[in-house]
Structures are given as C-alpha cells and as structure tokens.
C-alpha cells in the first residue's frame, strides 16, 4: 500500500506546534490538480514528512511544501526532507491512475479555495475526465 499506492514511506509529522502555516508551492501546473490553484499560497496543516522523495521512484510532484516556512520538529526530533519536501503527488498504478495528498489534515482546509479547486481537479482526473492517459508510473522501490 504505502510504496505502490502512496509512493512514499512516512516517517513523521511535525508537533511542535501541530498546526502550523506554511507556504505550498505548486511545482506543475499543467496537471488537472493544479491548474485552477495559484503559483503559491498558505495553508496551515500538520505537515507529513517522508522517508525518501516520490520523485526519485518517478512520481509527478504537484505541490510541495516550504520547509523555511515553518519548524518541521516531531516527537522524535527534525523532520527535514529539504527543498524537496512533496505533498501532493501522481502516478499510474497499472492501468489506474492514484493522486496522494498530505493535506487536509483540519476541517478548516475544506473551506479554502485552493484546496477545494485542488481536490475537484484531482477526482476528475483520477476520474480519467480530464488529461492525457497516466504516464507517470513508479518504479520499484530499492526496499
């Protein structure tokens, strides 16, 4: 589930505060997700991290989050992944397509415009209503 599915192993999310805003950046506009979303905006979430990026397995990275933007400090310590630190993301898994989110973590963030355009985008497209066939696969994981 998590490495075919998901695409990424987490590892932790920040508690120090919880909650916190931060700056999301949408790397790929292109896709039905994104094209409804601006360049950039703040969203106040409990920020996941990751074991490794799914960009590396071959996954279409989305949206990502500015970790300069807030402290990424868990329970057990620093949850940095770096100017690589995904939080939306797409793949095909066989002939099906999978789009993971990290967000919406409170109910707040199903009121704000961007996340909304984000999850409308991303079920047509999951949907196969919008966009080119799935041609982003992930390759297999080195676990």
């Known amino acids: 589930y998590g490495r075919d599915l998901i695409g990424a192993q987490f590892i932790g999310h920040i508690m120090r505060p919880q909650f916190q805003q931060a700056r999301v950046v ?3 506009r292109e896709h039905p997700a994104t094209q409804r979303l601006p360049a950039e905006f703040l969203h106040v979430e409990e920020w996941y991290s990751f074991a490794a990026s799914p960009r590396d397995r071959g996954a279409r990275i989305l949206l990502r989050v500015d970790e300069t933007t807030y402290e990424p400090e868990g329970w057990g310590g620093e949850l940095r992944m770096g100017d690589d630190h995904p939080v939306v993301w797409s793949h095909c898994v066989g002939r099906g397509r999978a789009l993971y989110s990290a967000l919406g973590h409170r109910a707040e963030a199903y009121a704000k415009s961007e996340h909304l ?3 409308e985008g991303a079920v047509a497209w999951a949907a196969g209503l919008h ?4 041609e982003h696969a992930l390759r297999p994981s080195a676990d």
């Open 26 to 28: 949408v790397e790929d």
């Open 131 to 134: 966009g080119t066939q799935c």
């Open 117 to 119: 355009a984000l999850l």
